[in-house]
């Protein structure tokens, strides 16, 4: 199984701040890759998908990049409606498998 | 409007079954993938099960492979996942999700319902 190792697993940021969470696979995944957001008591949101293509209605200060086992998410700009959780998952292969997720909470 | 909608969650004792059933609107049903994923209480996201556009390809979680089963059922626009012998790291939020393509690797899952809470306990 592919493994998904994000990070940090956290961290405290202010309004207007540049945010990079990255993402490492255990192995190739081409750019079989997405992010999500998810809210408190909220189902999951794409954000991203195949590793940098913006999910439509979403705001362009997401961005995400990365190929073969390095990816990044970065919010160039944090708003106070992105504090949230966000989590990777790879689907190049099954089991699909997801980061263990970065909180980001305001500083 | 792509909806999903899942039900038939509850309080089960251990080695007990329960069948979830996602029921699907919005979209051509027999076109894409579907998925469950599951949250257990304060965790993250795992995913547990993924079929087809047709059923011939399906997936599993090691955590739940021989014991899970998925189906779809096109003529009802649904999705289904019949659990057995739970326990009670099962407990979870089970969210069904569709996928962006026909097969269950490469696009992944671009819509969400909002989930059915399966607590396995005594």
Redesign the interface.
């Known amino acids: 199984?592919i493994q998904m190792t994000q990070s940090p697993s956290s961290l405290s940021a202010s309004v207007g701040d540049r945010v990079t969470i990255t993402c490492r696979a255990s192995q190739d995944i081409k750019t079989?890759l997405?992010w999500?957001q998810?809210k408190p008591g909220k189902?999951?949101?794409?954000l991203i998908?195949?590793a940098s293509s913006l999910?439509g209605g979403v705001p362009s200060r997401f961005g995400g990049g990365g190929s073969g086992t390095e990816f990044t998410l970065t919010i160039s700009s944090l708003q106070p409606e992105d504090f949230a959780t966000y989590?990777c998952?790879q689907?190049?292969?099954?089991?699909?498998?997801?980061?263990?997720?970065t909180k980001v909470e305001i500083k | 409007e792509v909806q999903l909608v899942e039900s038939g969650g509850g309080l089960v004792q251990p080695g007990r079954s329960l069948r979830l059933s996602c029921a699907a609107s919005g979209f051509t049903f027999d076109d894409y993938a579907m998925h469950w994923v599951r949250q257990a209480p304060g965790k993250g996201l795992e995913w547990v099960s993924g079929i087809s556009w047709n059923g011939g390809v399906i997936g599993y979680a090691d955590s739940v492979k021989g014991r899970f089963t998925i189906s779809r059922d096109s003529a009802k626009n649904s999705l289904y996942m019949e659990m057995d012998s739970l326990r009670p790291e099962d407990t979870a939020l089970y969210y069904c999700a569709k996928d962006a393509h026909y097969a269950i690797t490469g696009h992944g899952m671009d819509v969400w319902g909002q989930g059915t809470t399966v607590t396995v306990s005594s």
């Open positions: 199984d079989y997405g999500y998810q189902s999951p949101k794409r998908y195949a999910q989590y998952v689907h190049n292969s099954y089991p699909l498998t997801f980061g263990g997720g």
